[in-house]
């Protein structure tokens, strides 16, 4: 049973506040979760609580998070059996009250429920993949090594993604990224192309056109020795929502200015110059209709993914199996705020034939649950950032540690990730 929940304020790798919860059970069982933070939310994400008090890290403290953890929350939880995560999961839900969190806070809750998670898989002596995913838990994930926009003077477009479905093992898959990602430094330093390095820890080159990011991907996937297309795929994750104006796509890079219909031939083009593999959300979030016509069009050839289109959340989702939207969903945890509402998103996401991507935020910790959390679900596809800096590499570690500790029965999902394509 929970002896008692503590929350404290850390830093994520933004350097801004966020939440850690630390469980203590009756047997002295002992976990701590630590919450990431998103920059270009959702619009209908779970609220996150910020203190608002500007003397304070400019108004992003979570003390008052923290008090909600320590109190009501710790005053709900403690006595409960940990294991019944969904009793849990529900308790914090009703105890909260409103549909977004924002009484007592998306961070204050999931720090709550995933720490739970944590100590129960402790308490049980099981990994957290195998605690989360039973016996079956044994699909390594495809890393999408991403960079992009969280930093200034880059690409119109949020993120390139490196995919290295052709690997055998999610090792050399860890091997692919990182040469091909030095390879690209090589590649950019040649073209005086000075890159910043965002927030995910990709590069953010000033380039003439957005084209001419895919360009030196391309040419640092062959300088690194790979097959476009074969070894190391591309996905993107434009985050269109950023360049729309309410009715028009804008391309600052490219000197363009685009309506849905052009924005979609636009990706269509791209899909026929480059190993397009991934497409996370290629239009506004506010463009169901869009996207229902771009997945007809697109969604045979590319994964179609949505993130702020669906914010992790079921009901979301159930609208675009309804309308035809995306073919594969983005799942962040925060995005929803517990362990149980995760998990029920991703299930209805796979039993209805959409691909899940597990996915970090910008703004992230030392916490490893999402490396587990992928397997856990076998659904084959993670992303985590750039294979450098040390929040982002810690995932991939722990993907690294977790292959190990399946031996034989671990298998890399590879190109099988996206079998929800059938490719012509
Ligand atoms: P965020 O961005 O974590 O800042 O929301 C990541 C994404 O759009 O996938
Ligand atoms: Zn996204």
């Known amino acids: 049973a929970i002896d008692s929940i503590f929350a404290d304020e850390i830093l994520d790798s933004r350097g801004n506040p966020t939440v850690e919860v630390?469980?203590?059970?009756?047997?002295?069982?002992?976990?701590?979760?630590?919450?990431?933070?998103?920059?270009?939310?959702?619009e209908f994400e779970a609220v996150e609580?910020?203190?608002?008090?500007?003397?304070?890290?400019?108004?992003?403290?979570?003390?008052?998070?923290?008090?909600?953890?320590?109190?009501?929350i710790a005053e709900a939880l403690v006595g409960l059996s940990v294991d019944d995560q969904r009793y849990i999961d529900r308790t914090l839900i009703n105890l909260d009250g409103t549909g977004s969190k924002s009484?007592?806070?998306?961070?204050?809750?999931?720090?709550?429920?995933?720490?739970?998670?944590?100590?129960?898989a402790l308490t049980c002596g099981l990994p957290l993949f195998r605690y989360l995913g039973g016996t079956n838990a044994h699909v390594l994930p495809v890393p999408m090594f991403n960079g992009g926009k969280h930093a200034h003077g880059g690409p119109d477009m949020q993120e390139f993604k490196l995919v290295p479905l052709g690997a055998p093992t999610f090792r050399e898959a860890l091997r692919y990224g990182s040469e091909t990602y030095h390879a690209l430094a090589t590649v950019l330093a040649e073209q005086a192309a000075p890159a910043n390095v965002g927030d995910e820890g990709g590069f953010v080159p000033k380039l003439p056109s957005n084209a001419a990011a895919m360009d030196a991907i391309m040419r640092a996937i062959e300088r690194a020795g790979y097959r476009p297309g074969e070894d190391i795929a591309i996905g993107l994750d434009?985050?269109?929502?950023?360049?729309?104006?309410?009715?028009?796509?804008?391309?600052?890079?490219?000197?363009?200015?685009?309506?849905?219909?052009?924005?979609?031939?636009y990706w269509e083009d791209w899909l026929s110059r480059y190993p397009i593999i991934s497409l996370e959300d290629p239009l506004a979030d506010s463009d169901w209709s869009g996207f229902a016509a771009l997945t007809t069009r697109l969604?045979?050839?590319?994964?179609?993914?949505?993130?702020?289109?669906?914010?992790?959340?079921?009901?979301?989702?159930?609208?675009?199996?309804?309308?035809?939207?995306?073919?594969?969903?983005?799942?962040?945890?925060?995005?929803i705020g517990t362990v149980t509402e995760t998990l029920d998103t991703a299930r209805l996401a796979l039993s209805s034939a959409y691909a899940c991507l597990v996915s970090h935020r910008s703004g992230e910790t030392e916490d490893t649950s999402i490396a587990d959390l992928a397997v856990a679900l076998n659904c084959g596809q993670i992303k985590s950032?750039?294979?450098?800096?040390?929040?982002?590499?810690?995932?991939?570690?722990?993907?690294?540690?977790?292959?190990?500790?399946?031996?034989?029965?671990?298998?890399?999902?590879?190109?099988?990730?996206?079998?929800?394509?059938?490719?012509?």
């Open 103 to 120: 009484r007592l806070g998306a961070n204050a809750i999931l720090g709550a429920s995933l720490v739970c998670a944590k100590a129960a």
């Open 385 to 424: 950032g750039a294979p450098a800096r040390g929040e982002r590499v810690a995932k991939y570690n722990r993907l690294l540690a977790i292959e190990r500790m399946l031996g034989d029965q671990a298998i890399y999902a590879g190109r099988e990730a996206f079998g929800h394509l059938r490719q012509e």
């Open 238 to 265: 434009p985050a269109a929502s950023s360049f729309y104006d309410g009715e028009h796509y804008r391309l600052e890079r490219d000197g363009k200015v685009l309506s849905t219909p052009d924005m979609i031939a």
């Open 49 to 72: 609580l910020r203190d608002g008090d500007v003397a304070r890290y400019g108004g992003k403290g979570v003390l008052g998070a923290l008090s909600n953890v320590n109190g009501p």
């Open 299 to 335: 969604g045979k050839r590319v994964q179609v993914v949505g993130d702020d289109l669906f914010v992790t959340n079921r009901e979301f989702l159930r609208r675009g199996i309804r309308e035809g939207c995306c073919n594969s969903i983005l799942i962040k945890l925060n995005q």
């Open 22 to 42: 630390t469980v203590t059970l009756a047997d002295g069982t002992c976990a701590s979760a630590a919450v990431p933070s998103g920059a270009s939310t959702g």
